[in-house]
């Protein structure tokens, strides 16, 4: 089975992996058939935080026991400071980025707001350019930056048939006078991607040395990131998002980006970002990570044996990409067992975009019957957790204002689940529907 990122146009309803593979990826996560007492349980809301990979939560529990102080010049110190680089080096393996510097820090949002920061009070601009489907770690730092610095923030208004933001909807708003761009990577709230490659270089035809922020916490498991194509200044991404353990946010800053000036201790260099104390199994639980997606990959490279890390987490991203994209069109259309949501009465598919390769595994849906919070407590009496996003909450309301609803209950499974487990959720739909 070839690897190339070309499958992925030519596959554009996804590919699922084999029976056996399948068994193999579920054994090596925690947690995805029954919870934590035990009980039955399909899990759907892993854009709230992800199924953890049993080596992930092995490894963090190994580091963190360990008490030395990874700033010390004895064997132990030296290899927690092993640990650190090869962390370091995997997350740029994740986003193929080249030099530049890597920030650990305890959440993706205080990341976004600490580069949002050094970025707008110190590139020069009379406005600042985002896009309404900003997470608001990254929508409220750009907005509490322009107040401060007198700028004028532009907003760039999402498109409700494709779910995201068009790259002339951003780019008409950027211009030689825009200090900053914040784009995020796919929406988390209809999944949709944004289309960076082309909004990069379309914004940089605009203006040259523009500085690019971008929030891959949605995108990055589910996708392959490429900063050779899209070189931005800072990205970040949350590991509990991404098969990892939580208090972790790690980002990458390009090499002008590093050295602006930030909140740092004065004696570390000029590119240094971590403030304080460094945790180890941050980057134990990384590396982790990353072994995962490689050991996938290694799957799919059939005589092609290779030990370039980024070739191999390339195809095992590719394919995590190729199945989810086949469970999504499972979703939608359903096959002989079961009928797909776009079938069923009573039940409205939100945002629902024909081309499946533009989006990443999350669907918005509604009941004619019940509101989004009931309809998420008759999934959780069926043993099925699903997240209501409504306009009510600070996390959704401008996105879903944006778009002209008023809530939808949103589904995000993982590549950890089958078709069968789909079927499954689709039968619970349709009873919920009928009110059975
Ligand atoms: C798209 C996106 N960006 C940023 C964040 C913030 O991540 P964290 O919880 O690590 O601060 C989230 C979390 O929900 C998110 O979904």
């Known amino acids: 089975m070839g690897t190339d990122q070309a499958l992925l146009p030519k596959l554009a309803r996804g590919q699922l992996f084999s029976d056996a593979l399948m068994r193999e990826v579920k054994a090596r996560f925690l947690q995805v058939d029954h919870d934590h007492h035990g009980r039955e349980r399909l899990y759907f809301d892993n854009a709230g935080g992800s199924f953890r990979l049993k080596a992930a939560a092995e490894r963090f529990a190994q580091v963190d026991a360990i008490p030395d102080n990874a700033e010390r010049i004895h064997a132990t110190a030296v290899e927690l400071q092993d640990i650190q680089a090869k962390g370091c080096a995997d997350l740029r393996t994740i986003l193929n980025a080249q030099g530049g510097s890597v920030y650990a820090s305890l959440s993706a949002s205080g990341a976004m707001f600490d580069m949002v920061r050094a970025v707008a009070e110190n590139v020069p601009g009379t406005n600042m350019v985002t896009t309404v489907l900003e997470h608001p770690s990254a929508f409220d730092a750009m907005s509490l930056y322009a107040q401060r610095l007198g700028r004028e923030l532009r907003v760039a208004r999402s498109n409700p048939a494709t779910g995201g933001v068009d790259v002339d909807e951003i780019l008409r708003l950027v211009d030689e006078n825009t200090s900053v761009l914040n784009v995020i990577y796919a929406s988390n709230i209809s999944g949709a991607k944004l289309d960076m490659e082309a909004i990069v270089r379309g914004a940089r035809e605009i203006k040259p040395d523009l500085y690019i922020l971008a929030d891959a916490v949605q995108h990055a ?29 790690l980002s990458w800053l390009s090499e002008r980006a590093s050295v602006l000036p930030h909140h740092k201790l004065a004696g570390k260099k000029p590119d240094y970002w971590d403030l304080g104390s460094a945790a180890p199994w941050q980057f134990a639980v990384l590396t982790e990570i990353v072994d995962y997606v490689c050991w996938l990959g290694s799957q799919f490279v059939g005589d092609a044996i290779t030990t370039d890390r980024r070739a191999l987490f390339t195809a095992g991203i590719t394919h995590i990409e190729l199945h989810e994209r086949a469970l999504l ?28 390769t533009r989006r990443d595994l999350i669907l918005g849906i509604g009941f004619d019957r019940i509101d989004c919070t009931q309809a998420v407590v008759e999934y959780a009496r069926r043993g099925v957790t699903v997240y209501e996003r409504v306009a009510t909450s600070i996390y959704s309301r401008r996105m879903l204002e944006s778009f002209g609803l008023a809530g939808t209950v949103r589904v995000s499974p993982l590549h950890c689940h089958s078709v069968a487990d789909v079927e499954k959720f689709l039968r619970i739909t349709q009873d919920i529907a009928r009110g059975d």
């Open 329 to 356: 069109a499972l979703l939608l259309d359903g096959n002989e067992n079961v009928a797909g949501m776009r079938k069923l009465e009573g039940v409205s598919v939100f945002l629902d975009h024909d081309d499946l």
């Open 221 to 249: 498991p589910h996708g392959l990131i490429d900063l050779q194509k899209t070189p931005v200044d800072g990205i970040n991404l949350a590991p509990y998002k991404f098969f990892g353990c939580r208090g972790s946010g």
